[in-house]
């Protein structure tokens, strides 16, 4: 095939998609970094990225991550005290992004976890919003663990989006 699809990719996330006719560009392919870009491009840890960092992580563990990341639901919900409860939650989180192997996915994920924390903590606090428990969390290992590329990203989701909903009913969709 002659044209290739390239997408860019602004500061703010933002995307823009041109045909370029690759007889006319002579050039390398897409790189492996452009690629890890293109993955991570979505990865807030409450949006695309979760579903992105599990369907990867789901493709790319090695059995250490598996390893490690069996332990992690065990903190998480052995936790009592809420700081406790936001670290252990967002360990987690990011021990699935480090499984996926993307070094942007790790990267966006580090950069947004103490917020994660927070918010988990928080979460915690406020008996009027859900935070999913130790079975959809297990799902996501379970699928993870299965290789299951799709399982892994369905099972973030029902995480991620029943909380996501539920802050957006209450603060009428604006952020916090």
Known sequence: MSDVLLVGVS??????ARRV?????????????????????????????ARRAARLAARRRTDADLARLAELPRARDAAVDPDEFGAADAAFHL???E??????????MRFSIG??????????LDRDVPEAGPAAHRAVLDAIAARDPEAAAAAAAAVVEP??????SLTGGAPR
């Open 95 to 97: 021990g699935v992004a």
């Open 21 to 49: 006719d690759r007889r006319r560009r002579p050039g390398p392919a897409p790189s492996a970094g452009q690629r890890r870009f293109l993955d991570g491009r979505h990865a807030h840890p409450g949006g695309d990225g």
């Open 99 to 108: 499984a996926s192997g993307n070094p942007v996915l790790i990267e966006a």
């Open 163 to 168: 909380t996501l909903a539920v802050l957006e």
């Open 11 to 16: 500061g703010d996330f933002e995307s823009s």
């Open 115 to 124: 917020r994660l924390r927070e918010s988990m903590r928080d979460i915690r």
